[in-house]
């Protein structure tokens, strides 16, 4: 810890950075450190590390996400001592919801296996403060997805409409289909039951949603609606979507 922070108060005086390439491989994963937020009403948080991107996310007492940014991530070495730098980062309530963030965010670390300290806002005067969190890396754990279903609030469709629905995770497809069966109404429940095995917690989940009236277009390129998007894959979860001014739903799903 002294070492720490003998860095934090005079390395910046005499060091210049470099490139360091050697943690990159040792931080990919992901990674979870308990700190309560009473102002986001978190009690823990999380950084996953893919190449030279990054998730963060703060998490409330059940798990769900309450604060999500994501953007790039670089490696430097500053005389003896180790820095990340969070960069062209996007954040917001959820991952459907992000936007530009003015500001990079300069962390000096420490790695020890599996156990990641990260001295943040030392940088630079924040609302926040320094803080100092110590991350555990978490253990990849191999689970089932199963998207339960679609809820439709609202569609642009004005008579009876059918749906091709198609998910991906890695190289995992899975498509609902039901011939023949058509909706008259808005503020549906649509039962899917899609399973994907073999999937981690942070994981995206990609998918392509379609609307006609007419039965046999629905999962062809000749279809009335399309809306696309993904979701980051948690334990269990929903996500609303609004592709159109009149078109709303929510995808729910959860880890078995």
């Known amino acids: 810890m002294r070492r720490l922070l003998y860095f934090l108060l005079f390395c910046p005086l005499f060091s210049a950075p470099v490139l360091l390439a050697s943690d990159a491989k ?3 994963g992901k990674w979870l450190a308990q700190r309560e937020n009473p102002q986001l009403h978190s009690s823990s ?17 059940d798990g769900q996400v309450v604060l999500h940014a994501e953007g790039d991530l ?13 960069v062209n980062v996007r954040g917001g309530e959820s991952q459907s919801n992000l936007e530009a963030v003015d500001d ?10 599996d156990t990641w300290t990260v001295a943040s806002n030392f940088d630079k005067e924040r609302e926040a403060g320094p803080t100092l969190d110590v991350y555990h890396r978490v253990a990849s754990k191999n689970k089932t997805l199963v998207i339960d279903g679609i809820d439709m609030a609202d569609t642009p469709q004005f008579a009876i409409w059918f749906l091709c629905f198609e998910a991906t995770v890695g190289d995992t497809t899975r498509r609902h289909y039901i011939e023949d069966k058509g909706y008259d109404k808005n503020q549906v429940k649509i039962p899917l039951a899609l399973e994907f095995p073999s999937v981690q917690a942070g994981q995206k989940c990609s998918f ?3 609307l006609d009236d007419v039965d046999t277009d629905a999962c062809t390129d000749d279809v009335d609606n399309r809306s696309t998007g993904e979701f980051s894959i948690s334990d269990s979860g929903a996500q609303a979507y609004k592709p159109e001014s009149n078109w709303r739903f929510t995808i729910r799903w959860h880890l078995r």
Do not use: H, W
């Open 208 to 210: 392509k949603m379609q």
């Open 45 to 61: 948080q999380t950084i996953e590390v893919k190449g030279d991107k990054f998730t963060f996310q703060m998490l409330d007492k």
């Open 74 to 86: 670089k490696l430097e070495k500053l005389g003896p001592f180790s820095l990340v730098r969070f």
């Open 26 to 28: 040792l931080l990919a």
């Open 104 to 113: 990079e965010f300069n962390c000096t670390y420490m790695l020890d296996g």
